[in-house]
T-cell receptor
Framework: GEDVEQSLFLSVREGDSSVINCTYTDSSSTYLYWYKQEPGAGLQLLTYIFSNMDMKQDQRLTVLLNKKDKHLSLRIADTQTGDSAIYFCAESISAGSYQLTFGKGTKLSVIP | EAQVTQNPRYLITVTGKKLTVTCSQNMNHEYMSWYRQDPGLGLRQIYYSMNVEVTDKGDVPEGYKVSRKEKRNFPLILESPSPNQTSLYFC????????????FGSGTRLTVV
C-alpha cells in the first residue's frame, strides 16, 4: 500500500531557510501536497505539485520533486516565527486526486 | 464563504454514550471524508463518501459509522465510544475530479473518559 514518510522534527533560526523532506512509495500518484497545521487549527493547503513537474515556486515556498527517488521537499525561505507549525506531506492515490495519504507530519520550530 | 463546518469543536463524553459529529460543506463537493489525527501517527482516514448514498471504509473504520443522505452533510457516528477513540477529528471535502481541491474543517477534539 501507499506510505509517506517524513522526519518528525526540525528546528531553524529565524531568517534561515527551512527544508522539510518527504518520501513516498506510490509511483502512480498524481499530485503531491504540503499542508500546514498551526497549533489548535485545521489543515491549510500550502502548495501542491503535479507529478509531471520538477519544481514549483510560490513566493517564499519552493517545492522540489524527484520522481525517480520518490522524494519531495518543501523549502521555506527567510523562515519566520509564524512559520512554526506542523507540515504534512500528502500524496493522492492512483484512484483520483481527491484521495489523500498523509505523512506523520514534521513539526517546525523557529527559534527567534 | 466556501467552507467545511464541523460541530462541535470540543467534546468530552463517557464510554458507551452514542455521539454524532456533524460535517457540512457549501461547495457542492461530491467527495467527503473523515480523518483522525493522533500524535506520531499523522492523519488516518476513517470513512469516505464519493457521493450521496455512497460510502466506503478508509484505513481505520472500526467503531465508526457514517451516512450521506444529502450531498452537503456527512456526519460521523460513534455508537459506543471508547477511550481509544479520543482523538482530533477532521472532515474534508473535494470535487471528485479536476485537480486538488480538498478543503478541511477546523477539527473536533473528542475526549472519551
Amino acid at each position: 500500500g501507499e506510505d509517506v514518510e517524513q522526519s518528525l522534527f526540525l528546528s531553524v533560526r529565524e531568517g534561515d531557510s527551512s527544508v522539510i523532506n518527504c518520501t513516498y512509495t506510490d509511483s502512480s500518484s498524481t499530485y503531491l501536497y504540503w499542508y500546514k497545521q498551526e497549533p489548535g487549527a485545521g489543515l491549510q493547503l500550502l502548495t501542491y505539485i503535479f507529478s509531471n513537474m520538477d519544481m514549483k515556486q510560490d513566493q517564499r515556498l519552493t517545492v522540489l520533486l524527484n520522481k525517480k527517488d520518490k522524494h519531495l521537499s518543501l523549502r521555506i525561505a527567510d523562515t519566520q516565527t509564524g512559520d512554526s507549525a506542523i507540515y504534512f506531506c500528502a500524496e493522492s492515490i492512483s484512484a483520483g486526486s481527491y484521495q489523500l495519504t498523509f505523512g506523520k507530519g514534521t513539526k517546525l520550530s523557529v527559534i527567534p | 464563504e466556501a467552507q467545511v463546518t464541523q460541530n462541535p469543536r470540543y467534546l468530552i463524553t463517557v464510554t458507551g454514550k452514542k455521539l454524532t459529529v456533524t460535517c457540512s460543506q457549501n461547495m457542492n463537493h461530491e467527495y467527503m471524508s473523515w480523518y483522525r489525527q493522533d500524535p506520531g501517527l499523522g492523519l488516518r482516514q476513517i470513512y469516505y463518501s464519493m457521493n450521496v448514498e455512497v460510502t466506503d471504509k478508509g484505513d481505520v473504520p472500526e467503531g465508526y459509522k457514517v451516512s450521506r443522505k444529502e450531498k452537503r452533510n456527512f456526519p460521523l457516528i460513534l455508537e459506543s465510544p471508547s477511550p481509544n477513540q479520543t482523538s482530533l477529528y477532521f472532515c474534508a471535502s473535494s470535487f471528485s475530479k479536476g485537480g486538488p481541491s480538498v478543503s478541511f474543517g477546523s477539527g473536533t477534539r473528542l475526549t472519551v473518559v
